[in-house]
């Protein structure tokens, strides 16, 4: 019983946690000053997060 799963469900999982992670990471750049939130650096941090880690899963 060794399934890897849907990689659908596996893609919309990086997503949705991508986007919490990286609204926390902007909001807490900004609520010590280093950043400005925006949904717009929400939206390039998810992106940026969920391609790494799509890309470190995909390498093994």
Do not use: Y
């Not at 000053?33 to 790494?52: I, K, Q, Y």
């Amino acid at each position: 019983m060794e399934s890897e799963g849907d990689p659908r469900v596996h893609a919309v999982m990086n997503l949705v946690l991508s986007f919490l992670f990286s609204g926390i990471v902007v909001q807490g750049l900004a609520f010590v000053g280093l950043a400005e939130f925006s949904w717009r650096n929400v939206a390039l941090a998810t992106v940026f997060l969920f391609l790494v880690t799509w890309v470190v899963v995909l390498r093994r």
